[in-house]
Nanobody
Framework: VQLVESGGGLVQPGGSLRLSCAAS????????AGWYRQAPGKQRELVAA???????NYADSVKGRFTISVDNVKKTAYLQMNRLTPEDTAVYSC???????????????????WGQGTQVTVSS
């Protein structure tokens, strides 16, 4: 399963971006997805995560500003980012896990994949 992120770019402080993470390949279900970011000189951190059941988890620094969602028909995860600040500048990567087939769902075989990352720069 391959994940391809898009939607990054340069935005002014206070602006918004929506990142997309499209999964391709044989996919029966996306069960969980997460967005991570890594700024220069810093460790990678979890920004937001969600499960198929609808539970979500956000880093304190983005609560109330970012929203994660998954469209299991389009096999795509999204990260809506509002009220961006320069501190949000980083490379954003998505991670997703799920089942490739019904047989995998029965047998408990889970795939876990990472995207290549997309740059988000918040600057005036």
């Amino acid at each position: 399963v391959q994940l391809v992120e898009s939607g990054g770019g340069l935005v002014q402080p206070g602006g918004s971006l929506r990142l997309s993470c499209a999964a391709s390949g044989s996919i029966f279900s996306l069960n969980a997805a997460g967005w991570y970011r890594q700024a220069p000189g810093k460790q990678r951190e979890l920004v937001a995560a969600t499960t198929r059941g609808g539970s979500t988890n956000y880093a304190d620094s983005v609560k109330g500003r970012f929203t994660i969602s998954v469209d299991n028909v389009k096999k795509t995860a999204y990260l809506q980012m509002n009220r961006l600040t320069p501190e949000d500048t980083a490379v954003y990567s998505c991670n997703a896990e799920g089942w490739r087939s019904y047989a995998d769902s029965v047998n408990g075989v889970i795939f876990n994949s990472w995207g290549q990352g997309t740059q988000v720069t918040v600057s005036s």
